[in-house]
C-alpha cells in the first residue's frame, strides 16, 4: 500500500489525517517509554546493580512513562532492584 495515494474527500482526508496523527503520537510515547527504560537499565548497570531478568523485562514491557520516570529516581540511590520497585 502507497502513502502517496491521493485522498480527494473530505471525509477521506479527516479520517487519513486524523490516523496518522494518532500514529504518530502513539508512536511518540513509545519512544518516550523506551528512552525512559533504556535509561533506567543504564543506571542500573553504572551502579553496578545486577537487574535480574524479570526485573528487565518488567522495566522493558512498562509503557507507563510515569512510572519509569519514578523507577529511574528511585534507581539513582537504590542498592537492589527490589528498592527501585517497592
Known amino acids: 500500500m502507497s502513502e502517496t495515494w491521493p485522498v480527494y474527500s473530505p471525509f477521506a482526508r479527516e479520517h487519513f ?4 496523527a494518532e500514529g504518530k503520537a ?3 510515547a513509545e519512544g518516550k517509554a523506551e ?9 542500573l548497570e553504572a551502579r553496578g546493580i545486577e537487574v535480574p531478568q ?5 522495566i522493558t514491557t512498562c509503557t507507563d512513562v510515569e512510572e519509569l ?5 528511585r534507581a539513582a540511590v537504590a542498592r537492589s532492584t527490589d ?4
Open 35 to 43: 528512552g525512559e527504560a533504556d535509561a533506567l537499565l543504564t543506571i
Open 54 to 58: 524479570t526485573a528487565r523485562a518488567r
Open 17 to 20: 489525517g486524523r490516523g496518522k
Open 83 to 86: 528498592e527501585v520497585f517497592d
Open 69 to 73: 520516570r519514578t523507577w529511574l529516581k
Open 26 to 28: 502513539e508512536g511518540k
